[in-house]
């Protein structure tokens, strides 16, 4: 139990243009979905945290405009990179929290270029 | 908040020898820290957790301590083997959140 789907795995995009990157948890009702990013030899980052029907939280540091949360249903959050800059190239993982104190489970990632 | 500390940042070591990797945390509020496996662009997955009721814990290969006196939790791998090879990170969560605080990793090399 307690899969989490990430899609794309991989996307290579112009300088200036946008991504959508989803997460789908596929065997439970993930109430809290979280975004992170990654770079290479780093640890995972916490980008924001999205609960169903309200507006993401942004950690420090994070540009809300830039990084387009959407947590429309209790299985599906999207995260889309806007205008998006070479800088921007990373590794982003999604993982998603049913219950408090139970399962956080991450997505299998999705790595992004831009060129 | 809290503060996950990882040692070593890169560990190697020969085939069938034992690996050890420290975290130290401050929130004495965690009471549940897990450890995941991160191989080379993939996601990372849960290995082994141990909640602070529990000292020891114990899977295979790999086990877990917690001195909740000292905040500090290890992992152990016995046996390693070339597979072992991967970023480790070990995670502390604070009762009542969903959200764990990572470690910085550790890069475990493990040559045959």
């Known amino acids: 139990g307690a899969v989490v789907s990430q899609h794309p795995s991989w996307v290579i995009c112009k300088s200036g243009t946008s991504v959508k990157i989803e997460c789908r948890s596929l065997d439970f009702q993930a109430t809290t979905m979280f975004w992170y990013r990654q770079f290479p030899k780093q640890s995972l980052m916490l980008m924001a945290t999205?609960?169903?029907?309200?507006?993401?939280?942004?950690e420090q540091g994070v540009e809300k405009d830039k990084f387009l949360i959407n947590h429309a249903s209790l299985t599906l959050s999207t995260l889309t990179v806007t205008s998006a800059h070479p800088e921007d190239s990373s590794f982003y993982i999604c993982?998603?929290?049913?219950?408090?104190?139970?399962?956080?489970?991450f997505g299998s990632g999705t790595r992004l270029t831009v060129v | 908040g809290e503060n996950v500390e990882q040692h070593p940042s890169t560990l190697s070591v020969q085939e069938g020898d034992s690996a050890v990797i420290k975290c130290t945390y401050s929130?004495?509020?965690?009471?549940?820290f897990p450890w995941y496996k991160q191989e080379l662009g993939k996601r990372p997955q849960l290995i082994i957790d141990i909640r602070s009721n529990v000292g020891e814990k114990k899977d295979q290969r790999i086990a877990v301590t917690l001195n909740k006196t000292a905040k500090h939790f290890s992992l152990h791998i016995t046996e390693t083997q070339p597979e072992d090879s991967a970023v480790y990170f070990c995670?502390?969560?604070?009762?009542?959140?969903?959200?764990?605080?990572f470690g910085r990793g550790t890069s475990l090399i493990v040559h045959p």
């Open positions: 929130d004495s509020a965690s009471n549940y």
């Open positions: 999205s609960n169903e029907g309200s507006k993401a939280t942004y």
């Open positions: 995670a502390a969560r604070r009762g009542g959140s969903y959200i764990p605080t």
């Open positions: 993982s998603a929290s049913g219950v408090v104190g139970y399962g956080y489970t």
